[in-house]
């Protein structure tokens, strides 16, 4: 009998020895990040044959584990979001670099100029102007690229730490099978691995799959291996194709790159490329459109009129449709079987341009689908109309493609054009284009980053108009005329320098109903009725007033009512210095719609508004998760978090265990010395 309460002393001891141990690993451990309480498990023996330690258990629980790494990988998601997002809303709309206080200080110098067309200062002035705004532009869109360019630093440093902890965590598996091999429970080391994982939520989502030999694989991005039991896999960089300045996520699987940016959707990654994608690129884009808007305008205009020394008006900004930013926007996949030649994209009319990027992809048969990426709508060539070849060239359209949603397509000689949302493309590739085959158009990305000012001198600014319009001094009619320039580039302005040709009267006829005939005044002493191709001759012509007098390059517009006698007289306006007209004209562009939306005022703001809105839901959502986070972090926290007080009050109960089982042993020794005494008595 002592010996049997002996054996049940020496297995209690040793029991509540080792609950013990669990207890004071767990109070020692109360500030270890990641660690879950333990928890020694008794088992009776049957017989009255005592107690031991059936298990040590991790109190966890996977529901929660599994929650936690979720939610912390839409928390870092969203934290990065809105830190990106609010660096840029807070560039945009700021007064120091925002474009909307350049453009106002333009339009101001223009408005001094318009004043005064005649001083020099003021036209200085607004030359100075034109050239802070294209510094505007420019700096405004390198920040912009700054931010691109940190996010493909920070995709580059995350991946290594995403290979870094995969590595740990294969390490760890390994180290855990040999535990389970060994009978151990492993329950540290089982901690550590949690807690790495929880540090990769952080950057990037991941799926967890348990294998019965206590092994984790984890995937990523829709299901890529970046660990599977002990071996783990490379998370790298790698450039963007076709755009080389937006790097994407690859993973290195037995030796061979599988991208999988277009999967990762949580963490640190996941949030820098859903910014990339949801608002750095479209701001960029938009910002480039309303560029190449300011400056083909402005251009436009600027070289309908003539500048002080009488010379017609050249460029004021960068032409946008110079051959090396045509070339620029267009780019290839480097998996393309086709090789791409002289291909372009030109801008044709500004006011359809839309800010995005489009991929044209050749599928089976030759057939062609344009991707407009900012909305994801997708064009094929059935959706469009076709242009005829040329006769003398099945190689070519017959005509340049300015209708919106025109084609020519000739597969076997490998050429596209396309005439879509304010832009033509011509795609050229040596011998035909190949199934598969991507290509990626970029009408206004660069816009911004292209914009600079030509003009340098006061002088050249062609404020005036190139047509001078004299009325008779008999003129008995209230008749008032303008003149507005069609075609800068007609034979009437350009096949004699400072000349108009000809030069022209209008003079009104006697009868009723008013008619009017327009005179070529070449030889003044013997005056012509002026012929034009498409008309004819300009006599006896009905008068209506407000109707446009349309004719080689330019349109004559009278109102009122003029009477029969009076005479308009049109010429070259050699010394207007004091003409403003063209400069109203430039002015006036301020308030016009001249892009779809709105002026060029009313884009950037609803930039600046779309771009705070999306920031202050990404705060909103940063918020949201940071709570769920808590929450979750709260719930795992209460049930395999260390409470001293319990731990306290556990330690005394198996302390006093522990003294009753050595009691126990003494007592059996006592009973065993009795007995040996009475034998021997």
Same mark, same amino acid.
């Given at each position: 009998?002592?010996?049997?309460?002996?054996?049940?002393?020496?297995?209690?001891?040793?029991?509540?020895?080792?609950?013990?141990?669990?207890?004071?690993?767990?109070?020692?451990?109360?500030?270890?990040?990641?660690?879950?309480? %333990?928890?020694?498990?008794?088992?009776?023996?049957?017989? %009255?044959?005592?107690?031991?330690?059936?298990?040590?258990?991790?109190?966890?629980?996977?529901?929660?584990?599994?929650?936690?790494?979720?939610?912390?990988a839409t928390f870092s998601s969203s934290d990065?979001?809105?830190?990106?997002?609010?660096?840029?809303?807070?560039?945009?709309?700021?007064?120091?670099?925002?474009?909307?206080?350049?453009?106002?200080?333009?339009?101001?110098?223009?408005?001094?100029?318009?004043?005064?067309?005649?001083?020099?200062?003021?036209?200085?002035?607004?030359?100075?102007?034109?050239?802070?705004?294209?510094?505007?532009?420019?700096?405004?869109?390198?920040?912009?690229?700054? %931010?691109?360019?940190?996010?493909?630093?920070?995709?580059?440093?995350?991946?290594?730490?995403?290979?870094?902890?995969?590595? *740990?965590?294969?390490?760890?598996?390994?180290?855990?099978?040999?535990?389970?091999?060994?009978?151990?429970?492993?329950?540290?080391?089982?901690?550590?691995?949690?807690?790495?994982?929880? %540090?990769? /939520?952080?950057?990037?989502?991941?799926?967890?799959?348990?294998?019965?030999?206590?092994?984790?694989?984890?995937?990523?991005?829709?299901?890529?291996?970046?660990?599977?039991?002990?071996?783990?896999?490379?998370?790298?960089?790698?450039?963007?194709?076709?755009?080389?300045?937006?790097?994407?996520?690859?993973?290195?699987?037995?030796?061979?790159?599988?991208?999988?940016?277009?999967?990762?959707?949580?963490?640190?990654?996941?949030?820098?490329?859903?910014?990339?994608?949801?608002?750095?690129?479209?701001?960029?884009?938009?910002?480039?459109?309303?560029?190449?808007?300011?400056?083909?305008?402005?251009?436009?205009?600027?070289?309908?009129?003539?500048?002080?020394?009488?010379?017609?008006?050249?460029?004021?900004?960068?032409?946008?449709?110079?051959?090396?930013?045509?070339?620029?926007?267009?780019?290839?996949?480097?998996?393309?079987?086709?090789?791409?030649?002289?291909?372009?994209?030109?801008?044709?009319?500004?006011?359809?341009?839309?800010?995005?990027?489009?991929?044209?992809?050749?599928?089976?048969?030759?057939?062609?689908?344009?991707?407009?990426?900012?909305?994801?709508?997708?064009?094929?060539?059935?959706?469009?109309?076709?242009?005829?070849?040329?006769?003398?060239?099945?190689?070519?359209?017959?005509?340049?493609?300015?209708?919106?949603?025109?084609?020519?397509?000739?597969?076997?000689?490998?050429?596209?054009?396309?005439?879509?949302?304010?832009?033509?493309?011509?795609?050229?590739?040596?011998?035909?284009?190949?199934?598969?085959?991507?290509?990626?158009?970029?009408?206004?990305? *660069?816009?911004?980053?292209?914009?600079?000012?030509?003009?340098?001198?006061?002088?050249?600014?062609?404020?005036?108009?190139?047509?001078?319009?004299?009325?008779?001094?008999?003129?008995?009619?209230?008749?008032?005329?303008?003149?507005?320039?069609?075609?800068? *580039? /007609?034979?009437?302005?350009?096949?004699?320098?400072?000349?108009?040709?000809?030069?022209?009267?209008?003079?009104?006829?006697?009868?009723?109903?008013?008619?009017?005939?327009?005179?070529?005044?070449?030889?003044?002493?013997?005056?012509?009725?002026?012929?034009?191709?498409?008309?004819?001759?300009?006599?006896?012509?009905?008068?209506?007033?407000?109707?446009?007098?349309?004719?080689?390059?330019?349109?004559?517009?009278?109102?009122?009512?003029?009477?029969?006698?009076?005479?308009?007289?049109?010429?070259?306006?050699?010394?207007?210095?004091?003409?403003?007209?063209n400069a109203l004209l430039m002015s006036n562009?301020?308030?016009?719609?001249?892009?779809?939306?709105?002026?060029?005022?009313?884009?950037?703001?609803?930039?600046?508004?779309?771009?705070?809105?999306?920031?202050?839901?990404?705060?909103? /959502?940063?918020?949201?998760?940071?709570?769920?986070?808590?929450?979750?972090?709260?719930?795992?926290?209460?049930?395999?978090?260390?409470?001293?007080?319990?731990?306290?009050?556990?330690?005394?109960?198996?302390?006093?265990?522990?003294?009753?089982?050595?009691?126990?042993?003494?007592?059996?020794?006592?009973?065993?010395?009795?007995?040996?005494?009475?034998?021997?008595?």
């Open positions: 009998m002592s010996f049997g309460l002996l054996n049940l002393g020496i297995q209690a001891a040793q029991a509540n020895k080792t609950a013990l141990s669990v207890i004071g690993q767990n109070i020692s451990n109360v500030n270890t990040p990641g660690y879950n309480r %333990q928890v020694a498990n008794l088992a009776t023996l049957p017989d %009255q044959r005592g107690v031991e330690v059936d298990s040590i258990s991790r109190i966890t629980d996977d529901f929660l584990t599994r929650q936690l790494w979720a939610d912390t990065i979001f809105e830190s990106m997002a609010s660096e840029l809303d807070n560039l945009l709309a700021s007064g120091t670099t925002s474009i909307s206080t350049a453009m106002d200080d333009y339009f101001k110098a223009l408005q001094n100029v318009v004043d005064d067309p005649t001083s020099l200062p003021n036209r200085e002035l607004f030359v100075a102007e034109s050239e802070a705004l294209a510094r505007r532009f420019n700096e405004l869109n390198t920040v912009v690229v700054r %931010q691109n360019e940190r996010i493909n630093q920070n995709i580059s440093s995350l991946s290594q730490q995403v290979t870094t902890i995969g590595n *740990n965590i294969a390490d760890l598996n390994d180290k855990i099978r040999l535990e389970t091999v060994a009978g151990k429970s492993g329950n540290e080391l089982k901690d550590q691995r949690d807690q790495l994982i929880e %540090q990769l /939520s952080e950057l990037v989502d991941v799926r967890v799959v348990a294998q019965d030999s206590g092994e984790y694989s984890v995937f990523v991005a829709n299901g890529q291996p970046l660990v599977v039991g002990i071996t783990s896999n490379e998370m790298v960089p790698i450039l963007g194709d076709p755009d080389s300045t937006k790097d994407g996520v690859a993973l290195v699987i037995a030796g061979n790159e599988v991208e999988v940016t277009s999967g990762i959707s949580g963490g640190k990654i996941g949030g820098l490329l859903q910014y990339r994608d949801n608002i750095l690129d479209p701001a960029r884009n938009e910002l480039g459109r309303i560029a190449v808007a300011f400056a083909e305008t402005m251009n436009q205009q600027h070289q309908q009129g003539i500048d002080l020394d009488g010379n017609l008006g050249g460029l004021l900004f960068n032409d946008v449709n110079d051959a090396s930013a045509m070339a620029n926007r267009v780019l290839a996949n480097k998996q393309n079987v086709s090789s791409l030649e002289s291909s372009y994209v030109k801008i044709v009319d500004v006011e359809n341009l839309i800010a995005s990027d489009y991929e044209v992809h050749v599928g089976v048969d030759n057939a062609i689908t344009i991707e407009r990426l900012s909305d994801g709508t997708r064009i094929t060539l059935d959706d469009m109309t076709a242009v005829a070849a040329s006769g003398s060239n099945p190689t070519k359209p017959e005509s340049a493609l300015t209708e919106d949603r025109t084609y020519f397509f000739h597969p076997d000689s490998g050429t596209l054009h396309i005439s879509l949302d304010g832009f033509t493309a011509e795609l050229n590739v040596a011998g035909r284009f190949v199934e598969n085959d991507r290509y990626l158009l970029q009408p206004t990305l *660069n816009g911004a980053a292209e914009f600079g000012t030509v003009l340098t001198s006061g002088r050249q600014l062609a404020m005036a108009s190139p047509v001078r319009i004299s009325a008779s001094p008999d003129n008995q009619g209230t008749g008032a005329v303008e003149v507005g320039i069609t075609d800068i *580039n /007609s034979p009437t302005f350009q096949s004699t320098k400072g000349a108009l040709n000809p030069p022209i009267d209008i003079v009104f006829n006697s009868g009723s109903p008013t008619t009017f005939t327009v005179f070529d005044m070449s030889t003044p002493s013997a005056p012509v009725p002026l012929e034009l191709e498409s008309t004819g001759p300009l006599e006896n012509q009905i008068y209506t007033a407000g109707q446009p007098i349309e004719l080689d390059g330019y349109q004559i517009t009278i109102v009122n009512q003029p009477v029969a006698g009076d005479r308009f007289s049109f010429s070259y306006n050699t010394g207007g210095v004091s003409d403003n007209r562009l301020q308030l016009e719609d001249t892009l779809e939306g709105g002026s060029y005022q009313d884009i950037y703001g609803r930039l600046i508004e779309r771009v705070g809105t999306e920031t202050s839901v990404a705060t909103v /959502s940063r918020q949201a998760a940071e709570s769920v986070l808590t929450s979750t972090q709260e719930s795992k926290a209460s049930l395999s978090g260390v409470n001293l007080d319990e731990e306290a009050a556990k330690l005394v109960q198996f302390q006093q265990a522990y003294q009753a089982s050595a009691q126990l042993i003494s007592t059996s020794q006592t009973l065993f010395d009795t007995l040996l005494n009475s034998v021997r008595a």
